[in-house]
T-cell receptor, first 112, second 113 residues
Framework: GQQLNQSPQSMFIQEGEDVSMNCTSSSIFNTWLWYKQEPGEGPVLLIA?????ELTSNGRLTAQFGITRKDSFLNISASIPSDVGIYFCAGQRTNSGYALNFGKGTSLLVTP | NAGVTQTPKFQVLKTGQSMTLQCAQD?????MSWYRQDPGMGLRLIHY???????DQGEVPNGYNVSRSTTEDFPLRLLSAAPSQTSVYFC????????????FGQGTRLTVV
């Protein structure tokens, strides 16, 4: 599958700080998705992006579909302890059987 | 709503044993898939199905079989377990191939000794 480069690998921040993470690829994707996984659980969809340049918010989360269609960004504003988890980006290309390719994840720790 | 249900949650196998991981969804989703998650590797697609009777291979299909006899169920079979198959397995479903907003089960943690 197509490798997605997700960074940073981990983040350790204080409550109230803003967080940014991103995902890049050498190939174009038609859809970008951001998931959050908590310990012992499956990933849960946070935001879905379907169009280049699209900027979408979900509460304190904002994600963007890069104009080149090769990258995506996720921002979390005013972080709280329950934001702790692993955040995954996933991309889909319609010419590859619609399979989702996942990044390796960003582990987020938030201290009160 | 149950969503996507996976059983068992935990399993220990000896090398060479076979077993079936169960996955069921009650959302009438067409598209179902199996992923494995290994530390530092993200999720990798094993097999997927676009509807009853139709399955296809993903990125890492070797050592696994699937079938889709009903819309609801998508079991994953390990034919002869190997230590390299120690992993956490996730089943996911989505409404259709184009609607990629996948719902995941809680996972099965498999250890092969």
């Amino acid at each position: 599958g197509q490798q997605l480069n997700q960074s940073p690998q981990s983040m350790f921040i204080q409550e109230g700080e803003d967080v940014s993470m991103n995902c890049t690829s050498s190939s174009i994707f038609n859809t970008w998705l951001w998931y959050k996984q908590e310990p012992g659980e499956g990933p849960v969809l946070l935001i879905a992006l379907y169009k280049a340049g699209e900027l979408t918010s979900n509460g304190r989360l904002t994600a963007q579909f890069g104009i080149t269609r090769k990258d995506s960004f996720l921002n979390i504003s005013a972080s709280i302890p329950s934001d702790v988890g692993i955040y995954f980006c996933a991309g889909q290309r319609t010419n590859s059987g619609y399979a989702l390719n996942f990044g390796k994840g960003t582990s987020l720790l938030v201290t009160p | 709503n149950a969503g996507v249900t996976q059983t068992p949650k935990f399993q220990v196998l000896k090398t060479g044993q076979s077993m079936t991981l169960q996955c069921a969804q009650d959302m009438n989703h067409e598209y179902m898939s199996w992923y494995r998650q290994d530390p530092g590797m993200g999720l990798r697609l094993i097999h997927y199905s676009v509807g009853a009777g139709i399955t296809d291979q993903g990125e890492v299909p070797n050592g696994y079989n699937v079938s889709r006899s009903t819309t609801e169920d998508f079991p994953l079979r390990l034919l002869s377990a190997a230590p390299s198959q120690t992993s956490v397995y996730f089943c996911a479903s989505s409404y259709s191939l184009r609607n990629t907003e996948a719902f995941f089960g809680q996972g099965t943690r498999l250890t092969v000794v």
